[in-house]
């Protein structure tokens, strides 16, 4: 029966599925170069999901993580976590450790699911594989960051921001405002508010220019972004002080408004 006025895709019985695994048994093909097969196809058409899954039940490491790396972004912007955990334990664990890309990339589910020290452990491991001042060192500092605000670590968040800053090269544009509003956000709760506005007005102008990827959101807008973070700093001007507010001086803003960004 098909699916889709173009007649490409055609929905079978259940049991027409265990005929063929059946004849695979009995005729003793060996199904990986099938599976590896199925995930290049499937890629070729967009259905990267379905081919991640192919390429693990073939054994192809390499393949699923850079299917795994591609979608990452996406998958985090709409909550996959679990999916994500899954397909990341199917893969060895030394292939894992072996690849700083990917133990990075790991980092993230197991932040947004709870696990910081487990994601620590594989930051660690990039860290080491991972040449000094390199994108990746940077990559890596951006997340250290992010998970020491998850912790509630300001010092560490403010400490790591900085240093991602000062050592981010000038083509990695997307990464430079999920650092700064990181930084604002970690000066705003210690209490910096003049440094918490010049890190968010950074953000602003960066995000004017690129189409930014926020590690709690996925990709965004830049222009949405841009206008969140007018909208709080203009905001901040015409409050007054009372039991909601934190921060001292000209500027200040309601704490739940800079997370809630």
């Given at each position: 029966?098909?699916l889709?006025?173009?007649?490409t895709?055609?929905?079978?019985?259940?049991?027409?599925?265990?005929?063929?695994?059946?004849?695979?048994?009995?005729?003793?093909?060996?199904?990986g170069?099938?599976?590896?097969?199925?995930?290049a196809?499937?890629?070729?058409?967009?259905?990267?999901?379905e081919?991640?899954?192919?390429?693990?039940?073939?054994?192809?490491?390499?393949?699923?993580?850079?299917?795994?790396?591609?979608?990452l972004?996406g998958?985090?912007?709409?909550?996959?976590?679990?999916?994500?955990?899954?397909w990341?334990?199917?893969?060895?664990d030394?292939?894992?450790?072996?690849?700083?890309?990917?133990?990075?990339?790991?980092?993230?589910?197991?932040?947004?699911?709870?696990?910081?020290a487990?994601?620590?452990?594989?930051?660690?491991?990039?860290?080491?594989?991972?040449?000094?001042?390199?994108?990746?060192s940077?990559?890596?500092?951006t997340?250290?960051?992010?998970?020491?605000?998850?912790?509630?670590?300001?010092?560490?968040?403010?400490?790591?921001?900085?240093?991602?800053?000062q050592?981010?090269?000038?083509?990695?544009t997307?990464?430079?405002?999920?650092?700064?509003?990181?930084?604002?956000?970690?000066?705003?709760?210690?209490?910096?508010m003049?440094?918490?506005?010049?890190?968010?007005?950074?953000?602003?102008?960066?995000?004017?220019?690129?189409?930014i990827?926020?590690?709690?959101?996925?990709?965004?807008?830049?222009?949405?972004?841009?206008?969140d973070?007018?909208k709080?700093?203009?905001?901040?001007?015409?409050?007054?002080?009372?039991?909601?507010?934190?921060?001292?001086?000209?500027?200040?803003?309601?704490?739940?408004?800079?997370?809630?960004?």
């Amino acid at each position: 029966k098909p699916l889709d006025p173009g007649h490409t895709w055609y929905r079978y019985h259940g049991l027409f599925r265990d005929l063929l695994l059946h004849q695979l048994q009995i005729q003793e093909v060996v199904a990986g170069p099938l599976h590896r097969r199925a995930a290049a196809w499937l890629e070729s058409h967009g259905h990267l999901g379905e081919a991640v899954e192919h390429a693990l039940a073939a054994g192809d490491g390499e393949t699923a993580g850079a299917l795994i790396d591609r979608q990452l972004a996406g998958m985090l912007k709409h909550g996959e976590i679990a999916t994500l955990i899954a397909w990341f334990r199917r893969l060895p664990d030394e292939f894992i450790r072996s690849s700083p890309d990917l133990s990075i990339d790991y980092s993230w589910p197991l932040i947004f699911a709870g696990e910081y020290a487990v994601a620590e452990d594989y930051l660690a491991r990039a860290d080491a594989l991972a040449a000094p001042d390199s994108p990746l060192s940077v990559h890596i500092l951006t997340v250290r960051a992010y998970l020491a605000r998850c912790r509630g670590d300001v010092r560490r968040t403010i400490e790591y921001s900085e240093l991602a800053l000062q050592r981010l090269p000038e083509t990695l544009t997307e990464v430079r405002p999920i650092l700064a509003v990181n930084l604002g956000m970690a000066y705003w709760h210690s209490g910096q508010m003049a440094a918490a506005e010049k890190a968010l007005n950074q953000a602003l102008r960066e995000a004017q220019r690129v189409s930014i990827h926020l590690p709690a959101g996925g990709a965004m807008d830049a222009r949405l972004f841009a206008e969140d973070v007018g909208k709080a700093l203009e905001g901040a001007r015409h409050l007054d002080l009372d039991p909601g507010i934190v921060g001292t001086g000209d500027t200040v803003l309601p704490a739940h408004v800079v997370p809630a960004m």
